[in-house]
């Protein structure tokens, strides 16, 4: 069956995860299109894995492969340029785990905290090699196509109603935006997002199992995909036109 999108959520350096949710995918025909909604690094062990995998997948699937730009690449482009201490240095963000990755140290544990010179690292973000800083970069705000708008976090309304991303400046918006106006009241062209996990969505707007918080939060025309991947969760893929789900929890 041709023309199918597959929408995957925040992946968060879970390597293990992203392999599972692959591998429970039907087989891929060259009309096919996987979108990743970003989010690659951070919190989860492997940042660097996912990195390259995600970046060299093109090569291994006959579908066509679109990456987008999340928060936290986003976030590492503004170390990188300016600094962001704010960043970096807060242990839920994950950013030690992604240091740890790229210099091919083992992942830390709960208890381990950077030594002077990694936080330095970390602060300009110097351990992150040029091409993935370049690639970081060329990752584009949004997809769209016949079945729907994909953007990193959701869409901001303006003064006529929400608006399409093409539309939003500055364009980061699409990738940071967490309202629950959106949540509630967008009644556009179906919305795949990321970065707010699930769980914290409204739960009694969900129409897909409802009783699980955890799971894929379907909304009325918009659809939340981060499952917590990276951070004691699992990571979804939403497959459109069909509206099947997969999962890499067992």
């Given at each position: 069956m041709a023309n199918r999108t597959?929408?995957?959520?925040?992946?968060?350096?879970?390597?293990?995860?992203?392999?599972k949710l692959l591998s429970c995918l039907p087989a891929l025909d060259a009309g096919d299109t996987l979108v990743f909604l970003g989010d690659y690094v951070d919190r989860g062990p492997h940042s660097a894995g996912v990195v390259s995998y995600v970046?060299?997948?093109?090569r291994h699937v006959p579908a066509r492969v679109v990456a987008l730009r999340g928060n936290h690449e986003d976030a590492w482009l503004r170390v990188v340029d300016?600094?962001?201490?704010?960043?970096?240095?807060?242990?839920?963000?994950?950013?030690y785990a992604a240091y740890r990755s790229f210099v091919g140290a083992p992942p830390p544990l709960a208890t381990d905290h950077p030594r002077a010179e990694e936080?330095?690292?970390?602060?300009?973000?110097?351990?992150?090699?040029?091409?993935?800083?370049?690639?970081?970069r060329s990752l584009p705000y949004f997809y769209e196509d016949d079945h729907a708008i994909y953007v990193h976090a959701g869409l901001p309304r303006g003064p006529s109603g929400f608006l399409h991303p093409r539309d939003?400046?500055?364009?980061?918006?699409?990738?940071?935006?967490?309202?629950?106006?959106?949540f509630r009241n967008y009644?556009?062209?179906?919305?795949?997002?990321?970065?707010?996990?699930?769980?914290?969505?409204?739960?009694?707007?969900?129409?897909?199992?409802?009783?699980?918080?955890?799971?894929?939060?379907?909304?009325?025309?918009?659809?939340g995909i981060d499952t917590g991947a990276g951070n004691e969760g699992f990571l979804t893929a939403f497959e459109l036109p069909g509206g099947?789900?997969?999962?890499?929890?067992?």
């Open positions: 597959f929408a995957i959520g925040d992946i968060h350096g879970d390597q293990q995860a992203l392999y970046r060299n997948l093109s300016h600094g962001w201490d704010a960043f970096v240095l807060p242990i839920p963000n994950g950013c936080i330095l690292a970390m602060q300009t973000g110097s351990f992150l090699p040029d091409d993935v800083i370049a690639w970081f939003v400046d500055p364009p980061t918006v699409v990738l940071w935006c967490r309202d629950e106006d959106f009644r556009g062209k179906l919305c795949v997002f990321g970065h707010t996990r699930t769980e914290y969505l409204p739960e009694e707007l969900s129409g897909y199992t409802p009783d699980d918080p955890t799971d894929l939060w379907a909304g009325e025309n918009c659809v099947r789900v997969y999962e890499s929890r067992e």
